[in-house]
């Protein structure tokens, strides 16, 4: 039983980052902007909540800076593709080239450091129940907030009026603006709410999965975040399902490399990736689905007329 | 005070050439910036990293070296991006063409042959091609969306180069080290010159970029590609078929990136071994914005990008100057060229918040 209990506490805890990226990912393309740097602002997030942490010696400073440096630098991209309608997947893969190098220049003298890692949050008496009590009552702050962030998306996006504001200017930005909304400034906002979840995903790497600073420790995670929205059809509920599933592929084969199933480790290592792809296949053949949800100004550069 | 753009009637002749300048120049004094943020001596370092590199005939080499590979994917991707196919996977089609590319002499280590350079090279360029084929397939057909199923093939191919070098091809008496037997003569591409590093990878590199030049500038096939890419409507309309350009954009760059790696492999490492790649594929990207998509400029533009590499080298062993500080650079260049880019279709006018209002 307890086996089970740590092993699903271990699928949570790689499934969170996913979840956090992906969720402020979603928010961004449903305001109708790609923005390909996730990988980028994940990265600076996980060493900005590292170092920070290890300044101050505590992990919640870190995951603050985190949360503060991943929206500072998607500002960089909105200045780009929002004020000077420069391409966004180009701009969006300068954040992430950008992101990488500047990640492995700031956290040089970090690496090999023993981490900060933040404490699993214990609730007395609840967390000492069977099975329920770890799984819901004794894991880290961040798990929480991610499902706590994907809850206040979906009722933000489709409950408020400033949601549907967001989603009118992601479906048709001359339309919205034609109604007196302020396109640019909506976009400005949601991609930093994007940089900010992500930085706090880019956190979650350093000061509570690993807990480590590795260069490029994101290994791709910030992609897979961008995979997991189209695969959720841009709905913040699926998101949950999909950061789930590619959580529990990354365990398992993790656990098939420990107890040395005969295939090399580098196969197993490629199967999250190779998922990514056959998820990307499977839903892009539901051509209904992926039409009625997809924001329809994505990726297109809106110039305000005057 | 607020940034408006006001569409210019016509695209700007003279930003179309002198924006990769300014943008260079902007790099430069960021570069400054940064340079005296880490304590350095600016102009110290910007001299170490790219001036100093063109004094020094073995730098010199080096750099050519360096920009065989990304001239060469960058003219594949210019092909890609100008036909609105977003190819990001070039690291991964680089890689495996690489490996596809260093079977033979792998295998048949003892087989000597002239046929066997043209024989690596067409397995390389083929072995590009197909792993590119993947993410082209799957965009015609099923409408996958071509960015994220290429980027995920990088990942997956350097796991497969990985399992190739350390499994069923590492060299026995390699002492450990994770690579293939050293290539017998027969398999290894030429130096240019004597007591040179620069192999004939280069000239390939010059030898692609004249004919994609000619390909996109003179030919209906390079007509077809700006016009899908411009607007794939009225591509529909002139006959074009967009699925069929997504194929022919992604089997070009695959290829060229493919031969990339087995240029790499056979001219300058030699054998096939775990570090075939410093991200050539992802820094092609950064070269094929800076030469503006034309694969003339993406011959000066591989050249600077090249130079950076040196250039950080240099300063990492002189100065103490991290080279990551390189990926910056390069990072932020590819910023400023996007940037710059907008004075191409766009007047930039400042106004102050008060005026503006109107």
Redesign the interface.
Known sequence: MDVWVSIIISICAASTPLLLAATGELVVERSGVLN?GVEGMMVMGAVAGFSVAQLTGNPYLGALAAIVVGALFSL?FAF?TL?????Q???G??LT??????S??IG?SFVGRPGIKMQPIDIPILSDLPVVGKLVFGQDLLFYSSIFIVVAVAYFLFKTRAGLMLRSVGDSHSSAHALGINVIKIRYLAVMFGGACAGLAGAHLSLVYVPQWVEGMT??RG?IA??LV?FASWRPWRLLIGAYLFGAVTIAQFHAQAIGVPI?A??L??LP??A??VV??LI??N?RL?MINTPAALGQPF?PD? | MR???Q?RQAASGVFSYLSPFLALALTLIAGAIMFSLLGKNPATALYTYFIEPLTDPWSRDQIIVKATPLALIAIGLAVCFRSGN?N?GAEGQYLIGGMIGATLPVLFHEWQSPLLLPLMMAMGMAGGALYAFIPAI?KSR????E???S???V??AQ??V??VV??PWRDPKGMGFPGTKSFNSSGILPDLFKHSDAHYGAVFAILTAVIIWFMLSKTLKGFEISVLGQSPRAGRFAGFSAKQMTVFAFLTSGALAGLAGIAEVSGSVEKLDDKLSLGYG?TA??VA?LGRLNPLGILAAAFILALSYIGGEAAQISMGI?D?????????L??FV??C??LIH?R?RITSSLKGKT
């Open positions: 390909l960089i780009l004020t000077l309608v420069a391409n997947v180009a701009s893969l300068a080239i950008l992101g990488l190098g500047l492995g220049m040089e290994a791709g992609w961008l995979a189209v090399p580098q196969f290592t490629s990736y190779l990514t792809i990307l296949v892009a053949r051509r992926t110039v005057r | 940034i408006e753009l569409k977003w990001i799957l099923f409408g996958t969306n960015i994220l199923t980027l995920m093939l990942y997956i796991q497969i990985d399992w350390r499994g992802f990207i950064i914005f991290s990551r500080a390189t990926r910056v650079f390069q990072g932020l590819l910023f996007l940037a880019d907008t766009y930039i």
